[in-house]
């Protein structure tokens, strides 16, 4: 082998030495969905001490994980820990709330055990929900590894900083893509295929609002395309299959495709 190729390319391995493992990261995110749900869980534990063991040994990984990001964080590694550790019980009531949804708006499931053991949308939520919260405190790269595990697994790629209300609920998943500054209100249904995406990827609109607002109770069929920052799908909307949008729909709109004029109509 070239002797100046692999020199460039072992000094590459030294640059990037501080960087979290993905190894570590997934077993972490594995640890930390099996101590909220027993469900994922491949241990039964006899004794509450045991279980109490179980979770801090994981909680260790986090540490280490943060430690090595030590330079990029804006806090002390330990003080994001402790903080990601109170927002614990939100994050867990968010997704009860988000199973038990799911578990309302599909016919097929039977129980909350069902959605959370075998539902790809819930576990793309479980991730998304946590990737989120390390991205509200500061935490750099991690967020996105997160997320890239959900999506590798699910089909289901939504980016950490989006927004998510309570309640979302995730009908099959696959191929569904929620930008990064995509707003999503309470009790939204969405289904396989969506796509909540930005009209232009300039590198120059990096920090703008590019990705749309879905407000509270609106349903999104499978297939459809909603492009663009300004764009808000008002409240109580129902957006059909394979429908196209660009811009902005009033409240309680109900927009389908229409395959004989080819572009959308509504009601």
Aim: glycine content about 8%; charged content about 20%; some cysteine.
């Amino acid at each position: 082998m070239n002797d100046h190729f692999l020199r460039e390319r072992f000094a590459d391995h030294q640059r990037t030495n501080n960087l979290p493992s993905p190894r570590l990261i997934a077993e972490w995110l594995e640890g930390l969905l099996q101590f909220l749900f027993p469900e994922y869980s491949p241990v039964r534990f006899a004794t509450e001490r045991a279980f109490r063991l179980h979770y801090q040994t994981n909680d260790l990984k986090l540490v280490t994980i943060l430690d090595g990001l030590h330079e990029d964080l804006p806090n002390t590694a330990e003080h994001i820990r402790r903080t990601f550790e109170d927002q614990l019980p939100e994050i867990y009531a968010r997704l009860r709330e988000d199973g038990e949804a799911i578990l309302a708006g599909d016919p097929a499931a039977l129980t909350l055990t069902e959605v959370i053991s075998t539902y790809p949308g819930f576990y793309a939520l479980a991730v998304h929900r946590i990737a989120h919260a390390l991205c509200g405190l500061g935490v750099p790269l991690v967020p996105r590894m997160l997320s890239e595990i959900a999506h590798s697994k699910t089909g289901v790629e939504i980016h950490p900083k989006a927004s998510i209300g309570h309640r979302f609920c995730i009908d099959h998943g696959t191929g569904i893509v929620i930008g990064e500054t995509v707003n999503i209100g309470d009790d939204v249904k969405m289904y396989q295929g969506v796509t909540l995406g930005a009209l232009s990827v300039r590198k120059d609109m990096a920090r703008t609002k590019r990705h749309p607002t879905i407000e509270d109770g609106v349903v999104i069929y499978a297939g459809a395309t909603i492009l663009g920052g300004d764009t808000v799908i008002g409240a109580g909307s129902i957006i059909g299959g394979n429908t196209w949008l660009v811009k902005s729909v009033p409240p309680n709109s109900r927009i389908y495709y229409n395959w004989r004029a080819s572009e959308p109509g509504a009601e």
